[in-house]
């Protein structure tokens, strides 16, 4: 039972959502085919962002090695920490060597040389 108020209080409001079906290959194969048209009418330069939009997600998959090599480095100097405490030294030239060793795998993947 309610009290007679001179406030007004408001009505309480029902949530109404609506699902949308999304199918991300779906929209992919309609993008392709709508630049396979227009690449075959001649016009190939109005599909700049077309282009941005796929480098920025292709190097977002890309980036999914990181962490792990994050991780390893991380846990190569947790290890490294311990072993001088152990070892003196040694486990430091040891860390120089494994870094000197990815630095130039890195190196040689930037640049490409093989």
């Not at 009505?11 to 075959?40: C, M, S």
């Not at 030239?93 to 930037?110: D, I, P, W």
């Amino acid at each position: 039972m309610k009290f007679p108020s001179l406030f007004r209080t408001p009505a309480h409001k029902r949530f109404h959502f609506e699902p949308r079906y999304y199918d991300p290959v779906k929209e992919d194969i309609a993008r392709r085919t709508a630049r396979i048209k227009q690449e075959l009418s001649g016009d190939k330069n109005s599909n700049y962002r077309a282009n941005i939009s796929s480098a920025f997600a292709r190097k977002s998959r890309q980036s999914n090695k990181s962490g792990l090599i994050q991780f390893s480095l991380i846990a190569g100097m947790f290890c490294t920490f311990f072993g001088y405490l152990y070892y003196g030294n040694l486990a430091l030239y040891l860390l120089m060597g494994v870094m000197a060793v990815y630095l130039v795998y890195r190196l040689r993947s930037l640049f490409k040389i093989r």
